[in-house]
């Protein structure tokens, strides 16, 4: 009998989260017996994702492994789906303890906290003023980040942060900060921008501003979709996780507990070709380094996601 | 004469928008130089081009709800048009998103025109129809810069006589609608439609028809704006502009343009969308907290409503007068 | 002919009778639109026709319909009301605001209703005080309540409320049916014998179909326009309550966008955008609907966008139809 | 004589309604032709299909002679035919001169609208019809006569061979009616073909040559005006002999009921004190604009007075709205039936009992049998005709419509009732069942308040007159000191001269 596995997303028609779905389907053409549900609201809510997450439990899925637009708000529902029996695990953006048997995060959330600030300063070997741009002021990951980030900030000495703006995900509105920032700040150096939409719009932005070579852009990007201003020069370089890996490796823990597996502190799940995933005290655990692009690289990677 | 000045709308507006930047101009003197004001006027050109089509529908007593997505629709064609063709050159790409968009505009219309169906019930099931066609035409995916050509990205950012093409083809849009709305008979049965329906019909005039050319017009305009919104930003998607739709009706409802029908101006809508964005632009500038601006822009609408209201209400007629000068 | 004008005619109470009216109306038209969908769902999906799927179901309109039976009054007295997704928004901030304080449940409750009514009364001056166009103002307030909860919560959630507050979303009355159906079917009613059998009603439809006349027949226009406008409120209030409850937290960007799926559930059931006509029991048929589209098409995996063209066709041609129907038949007999 | 235009066997149907069957009619150079028929006889229904407003369900129309079909207003007044309608048909948000000449604009060779001759011509057509008016300010600017004016201007702004007028004098003053009467003879004799709609008969007689009578959407009887008198013309149109134009009955006078002291307002009106008693009918003249109703409006909490006292029954009361007034038993029959009268869209009896619904409802709660009893009880009594008591009221005629409205008021069993010009556009056959009730509510001891343009209604119907100018009283006289001439003189402000400033 094949097995469901819905792989829920914060919205659908998001690159990342496309290029999520075809390490699901990897991994379910790997195990033979299982068929990926890839679903999603089409905008960003809990309330659009609670809906979805209602009708996978009328369809009696086996697992569901969501990436949450809001940490609080899905759990009641997912808690429901436990109830019913269904596997519950979240993976990219989490979910309160619980609502989840265990949390995929792509990366350690202190190694991305440094990882995006340690782009911006690795350009600035003199300091500077440095600027963030994040997608929601709701959304878990991103301030996460930005929490771990603030933490090592001391260990780079001249870098100042001067301002968190947001740009709610939106290129629009992320463009229009990035254009506030510009303004306010003169002496802006770098933005960094840890979400793939606001990344785009800020470099796009730098580049209106004709502040190409002065402000670096950098955070977090699809390299498919910065590869054209990591050539024109607005962003030297920027990080992400692989999210074909990602997908494939939710699947496959997804797999494993409806295996019979126990998510518990300290329990190592089976991640396919990915090795293991150790959990921590809290459940969660980490897939991998985030891995940086630049230059010398992101074109061959744009062709893949 | 200063009183009278003041009953005016447009000219309070224009004093209210002297005063807002220079507000700002005390918190942050960089906002009044001239490259910034540029600037600020290029970011507020796609609303401009848009409350003008607002403007037209909402004089003949009708609303476009479904602007945006129409922009979002128009945007995203064009987008994928370039992605796939990139040889097809810009002008032809700019007139073909503007036929779309008024093809779609000229959907409400029918619909409003031969259908009778209330205009906001039209436009909002219109709106949710153009912004799933988006996500049934491209399967949700995004369209990114570099699929788009340098072309393609170029001609808004283009700069002739100093500034930018983007605030180009807005004052031209703005000289182009203020001679229809003026000088030719379809702009003069915009506001008669909307000012007596019931005797327009006794003039002549085609109700229907006049309000479908109105939403021709919105829907072009809507066009021409998605495939400068989506050069602008290069990037598309299903979402882009969500939204914005309130936008436009709150610079038009701002400019004193009733929304009752019959009563309004291109200036009051210009200065309206001009008000907008002056605070939008200026509210990141001057350090405002992100979480304030939503707030802010809700309580500039309901002052700018009761204002244009106080204006709007005039005294009733002055029956006493001539016995008084007796 | 000439015989009756010599004596004062009699004129009969009414032409048709009451159950020819019936059918032709459009809530009959919506009752076979509803069954049909049923129909079709039952058909399409294995999972459909079982009770606690469909108990499910039903919280995908029940919230919406607590405020559109009220929004249905706004409208039909020839007014409309965006801001009642912000309204939620604000009152669930303020519940969660509560809670940081220490309230308990019944405290959060009224703190709910409260907040709803105060922002109905917001509404509710700046329209018949000040005699504003209530599309506008209420675009300006859907700003202002939402940007409130902003300045207040940030980026920060509430969380954390007490286990007895859960009920309101998630607790179930008797077998598969919840608390929030229980409210719904209980406001239908309450709301049905308001319009359909009080003087207060009456005053409503007179209103909407002319105001003057109406403020010249003795109706308190601004009282009845502000009490409807308070009502809105306060059903964003309970509505609120219950959305909060079900989420178990709170963020500013809660029930984002419902404004529009209330105002099409209302039109679709039949009440007229212009003021003036329009049936509660319209209104409950048109949630029944939605909520069984949108479940439908969830079960079958169909992106909720797909859903919203589904609505947005539905909403225009469950108007176009009859129209071009009658016309059709009125050609045929010519 | 060849007719200008000939309809043949035209018919009309609406939902529910014949308005028209096989109606014909012809209208000749030179000539003026009155249609006189009861309210909904279908006059205004004819002059829509004149005018391509409405498309007839059959029927035939020659213009010279030719068949003609007129599928829009354009196409109309294209071939000659233009029109003063019933309805004001104008844009108060426009100019004057706009309002003129909308849809037939002059343009300039860019094919753009051409302002400078537009007003121009604007100003001479103004002046043909004798109105001073610039054509440049707004038409909302203008008073409600000078409206008028700019409707008749606009109907010659076409250069048409057929006008026809659909009660063109009902809104204007005795000065602006005789200016009216020269233009239609100059029109006359420029050998246009002119229909004359109207339910004044003195007017008719003055104006007319010949004349057509309908009866229920039919045609009963036609030809010239030298043939035929008065009551031949109001028999054909009821169908019957109306009796006693003027049912005045006289009524024993008794003790004040209202008493209005000292009411001002800062721009409508002021010094007004008057007594209204018990069984009195007071008639309130004076010319259109004297602002009889904005005080009326004013007693009944609508429009709030800055100073002033009532007193009805000796109790001083404070009316702040209408509502007020009503539980007060003071009650208000406005003057613009479509706007501030009749709810279109609600049914008959719900129109009636709006009011009333504290009587017919039992602890908030509507009860419906209730209602339709106190509706049939009314408008029987006002001999309404419509097809059943939960007909739309806007399916009713003008002067239907009117009734319902009446009978509205009534429903609430005031003391004292006010009535705004409630003749207004009525037929004769209502206007006389409208006048019979009056005098029957006083016979019962009700006060009465009409305000009315009409002389003759005042004069016979009236106990008391007062007259008011510009905001103030001009005049009071008692039934037995009342003549036309000393109304006219009071309401105009002249003392000796005929012509005066009372413009
Ligand atoms: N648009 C319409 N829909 C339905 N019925 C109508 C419509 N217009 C007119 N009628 C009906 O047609 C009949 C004729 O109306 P019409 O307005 O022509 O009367 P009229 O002779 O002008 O009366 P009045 O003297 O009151 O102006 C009436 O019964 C009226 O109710
Ligand atoms: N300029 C105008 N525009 C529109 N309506 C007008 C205008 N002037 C007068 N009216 C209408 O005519 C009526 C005139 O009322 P007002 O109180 O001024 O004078 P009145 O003496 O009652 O005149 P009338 O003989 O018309 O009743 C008002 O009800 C108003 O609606
Ligand atoms: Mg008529
Ligand atoms: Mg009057």
């Known amino acids: 009998e094949t097995k469901k596995i819905a792989l829920v997303v914060k919205a659908l028609g998001i690159g990342f989260f496309e290029a999520a779905n075809k390490g699901a389907q990897e991994a379910a053409k790997e195990l033979g017996d299982v068929e990926v549900i890839y679903t999603g609201p089409t905008t960003t809510t809990a309330e659009g994702q609670i809906e979805v997450i209602n009708s996978l439990i009328a369809q009696k899925v086996d697992a569901i492994a969501v990436s949450a637009n809001d940490t609080d708000a899905l759990v009641p529902a997912l808690k429901k789906a436990m109830e019913r029996g269904i596997k519950v695990i979240s993976w990219d953006s989490g979910v309160a303890k619980d609502g989840r048997s265990m949390h995929l995060n792509p990366s350690s959330s202190p190694l991305i906290g440094n990882m995006i600030i340690k782009l911006a300063a690795d350009q600035l070997p003199e300091g500077g003023d440095v600027a963030v741009l994040s997608a929601t002021a709701t959304s878990t990951n991103q301030n996460v980040w930005i929490e771990e980030m603030k933490k090592v900030l001391p260990n780079y000495k001249g870098i100042n942060v001067v301002a968190t703006v947001y740009g709610d995900d939106l290129a629009d509105k992320s463009y229009r900060e990035t254009q506030g920032l510009i303004q306010s700040y003169p002496n802006l150096k770098a933005i960094i921008a840890p979400t793939s939409v606001g990344i785009v719009a800020a470099a796009q932005a730098v580049t209106d501003a004709g502040k190409t070579g002065q402000i670096n852009v950098t955070g977090l990007g699809l390299p498919s979709e910065m590869a054209g201003h990591v050539k024109s020069g607005a962003s030297k370089s920027f990080a992400i996780w692989n999210p074909i890996d990602l997908g494939y490796s939710a699947t496959m823990i997804a797999y494993d507990l409806i295996g019979g597996a126990e998510a518990k502190p300290g329990a190592e799940l089976k991640m396919g070709r990915m090795g293991a995933v150790k959990l921590d005290d809290n459940n969660e655990g980490a897939m991998a380094d985030p891995f940086v692009y630049d230059a010398s690289n992101v074109e061959e990677f744009s062709k893949i996601f | 004469m200063m009183a009278k000045l003041l009953k005016n709308r447009e000219i309070l507006l224009v004093f209210a928008i002297i005063a807002l930047v220079f507000l700002i101009a005390l918190r942050f003197p960089g906002f009044v130089e001239p490259a910034n004001l540029a600037r600020v006027y290029n970011d507020t050109s796609i609303l401009i081009i848009l409350a003008l089509g607002q403007m037209a529908v909402i004089l003949t007593r009708c609303i476009d709800l479904s602007m945006a997505a129409n922009l979002a629709l128009s945007g995203i064609v064009a987008a994928m048009i370039n992605a796939a063709f990139p040889g097809v050159p810009i002008p032809l790409l700019i007139l073909a998103v503007v036929g779309l968009g008024a093809v779609l505009g000229s959907i409400n219309g029918l619909l409003v025109w031969k259908l009778d169906i209330p205009p906001i019930v039209v436009t909002l099931g219109t709106l949710t129809i153009f912004r799933g066609s988006i996500f049934l035409l491209s399967n949700g995916a995004w369209i990114n810069a570099h699929q788009m050509s340098d072309a393609f990205k170029a001609l808004p950012r283009a700069s002739f006589a100093g500034f930018a093409v983007l605030s180009w083809l807005s004052v031209m849009a703005i000289i182009a609608v203020y001679l229809l709305m003026t000088r030719t008979p379809i702009g003069r049965a915009f506001f008669a439609v909307g000012g007596n329906p019931h005797a327009a019909v006794y003039t002549g005039i085609d109700v229907g028809r006049t309000r479908f050319l109105a939403y021709c017009l919105s829907g072009a305009l809507a066009g021409l704006a998605g495939y400068l919104w989506v050069s602008r930003y290069a990037v598309a998607y299903v979402d882009i502009a969500a939204g914005f739709e309130l936008d436009i009706i709150a610079a038009c409802v701002i400019g004193g343009i009733s929304i009752a029908g019959g009563i309004g101006s291109v200036g009051g809508a210009v200065l309206g969308s001009l008000f907008l964005g002056v605070i939008k632009n200026a509210l990141p500038v001057i350090n405002i907290s992100p979480f304030a601006q939503l707030a802010i822009s809700g309580t500039v609408i309901i002052i700018a409503v009761a204002v244009n209201a106080r204006t709007e209400s005039r005294k009733g007629r002055v029956i006493l007068k001539k016995a008084e000068a007796v | 002919m000439a015989e009756q004008h010599l004596s004062p005619r009699l004129i009969p109470d009414r032409l048709q009778s009451r159950s020819s009216r019936m059918l032709k109306s459009w809530e009959s038209l919506l009752l076979v639109v509803a069954i049909l969908i049923f129909a079709l769902n039952s058909f399409a999906s294995p999972y459909f026709l079982d009770p606690w799927n469909l108990s499910d179901a039903t919280f995908n309109f029940t919230e919406k319909a607590l405020i559109a039976f009220a929004m249905a009054l706004v409208i039909i007295s020839g007014e409309i009301d965006l801001s009642v997704a912000s309204i939620i928004a604000l009152s669930s901030t303020a519940m969660g605001l509560a809670v940081t304080m220490g309230a308990d449940t019944p405290v959060l409750v009224l703190v709910g209703l409260g907040t709803g009514l105060f922002c109905g009364m917001v509404n509710g001056l700046l329209i018949t005080g000040l005699g504003l166009p209530s599309i506008v103002v209420t675009i300006g307030t859907m700003s202002l309540f939402r940007g409130l909860s902003f300045i207040i919560l940030g980026d920060k959630a509430y969380t954390g409320y007490p286990e007895s507050f859960a009920f309101f979303g998630q607790g179930y009355v008797w077998w598969v049916f919840s608390f929030e159906l229980a409210l719904f079917a209980v406001c239908a009613v309450v709301f049905g014998v308001l319009l359909h059998k009080t003087n207060f009603g009456r005053t409503v439809y007179a209103i909407g179909n002319n105001q003057t006349a109406a403020l010249f027949s003795g109706v308190r226009v601004g009282r009845v326009k502000f009490i409807l406008f308070l009502l809105t409120g306060l059903m964003a209030g309970i509505a609120s309550i219950c959305l909060t409850s079900r989420l178990g937290s709170t963020r500013p960007s809660i029930a984002l966008g419902v404004e529009l799926e209330v105002v099409t559930m209302v039109v679709l059931g039949g009440v007229s955008i212009l003021g003036g006509s329009g049936t509660i029991p319209g209104v409950v048929l048109a949630a029944f609907i939605m909520g069984m589209v949108t479940f439908g098409f969830g079960l079958l995996n169909v992106p909720g966008i797909v859903m919203s063209i589904f609505i947005g066709a539905l909403l225009i041609s469950v108007i176009a139809l009859p129209i071009l129907w009658s016309r059709a038949r009125r050609r045929m007999a010519q | ?503």
């Open chain 4, 1 to 503: 004589m060849k007719p200008a235009i000939a309809l043949e066997g035209i018919s009309k149907s609406f939902p529910g309604v014949k308005a028209l069957s096989d109606v014909s009619l012809s209208l000749y150079p030179g000539s003026v032709t009155a249609l006189i028929g009861e309210n909904g006889a279908g006059k205004s229904t004819l002059v829509k299909i004149l005018t391509g407003i409405y498309q007839p369900d059959g029927g035939t129309i020659r213009v010279d002679g030719v068949e003609t079909q007129f599928p829009t207003a354009m196409a109309a007044s294209q071939h000659g035919v233009t029109a003063i309608h019933q309805e004001t048909v104008l844009f108060d948000e426009l100019s004057v001169a706009e309002n003129i000449f909308l849809g037939h604009a002059p343009r300039n060779r860019f094919g753009l609208i051409d302002w400078k001759t537009l007003n121009g011509n604007a100003r001479d057509l103004l002046r043909r019809v004798g109105a001073d008016i610039d054509p440049t300010i707004r038409l909302r600017d203008l008073g409600i006569a000078n409206k008028h004016m700019v409707a008749i201007a606009r109907a010659l702004s076409i250069d048409a061979s057929v006008v026809i007028m659909d009660e063109p004098t009902a809104a204007l003053s005795h000065k602006e009616i005789h200016e009216l009467y020269e233009l239609i003879d100059r029109l006359k004799a420029d050998g246009k073909a002119i229909l004359f709609i109207s339910h004044k008969f003195d007017e008719i007689f003055r104006i007319a040559d010949r004349y057509t009578v309908f009866r229920d959407g039919g045609m009963v009887g036609a030809g010239l005006i030298a043939d035929v008198d008065q009551d031949q013309l109001v028999k054909m149109m009821v169908g019957r002999d109306v009796g006693q134009v003027f049912p005045k009955v006289d009524v024993a006078i008794g003790e004040p009921v209202l008493t209005v002291s000292g009411y001002r307002h800062p721009t409508e009106f002021e010094d007004i004190n008057f007594e209204l008693r018990r069984g009195e009918i007071l008639g309130f003249y004076g010319l259109i604009g004297a602002g009889r109703s904005e005080f009326m409006q004013s007693l009944i909490g609508i429009t709030r007075p800055s100073a002033g006292a009532v007193k009805l029954d000796g109790k001083v009361l404070v009316i702040r709205s209408p509502s007020e007034a009503i539980a007060n038993g003071i009650v208000y029959v406005p003057e613009e039936r479509g706007r501030q009268g009749a709810i279109i869209g609600l049914p008959i009896f719900q129109n009636v009992t709006l009011p009333s619904l504290n009587r017919t409802s039992r602890s908030g709660f509507l009860k419906l049998a209730n209602e339709f009893a106190l509706a049939r009880e009314y408008t029987q009594r006002l001999d309404l005709r419509a097809a059943s008591l939960d007909q739309d009221v806007g399916t009713l005629s003008g002067g239907n419509q009117q009734k319902v409205v009446i009978a509205k008021w009534l429903a609430t069993q005031p003391k004292v009732i006010i009535l705004d010009e409630p003749t207004k556009g009525i037929d004769i056959g209502s206007k006389a069942a409208v006048h019979a009730f009056m005098s029957e509510l006083a016979g019962q001891g009700l006060s009465v308040i009409m305000v009315s343009s009409e002389i003759p209604e005042i004069m016979g119907m009236a106990d008391r007159v007062i007259v008011m100018r510009e905001g103030r009283i001009a005049g009071r006289f008692e039934r037995a000191e009342l003549t036309a001439e000393k109304l006219v003189r009071a309401a105009a402000g002249i003392a000796t001269q005929v012509e005066g400033g009372a413009a």
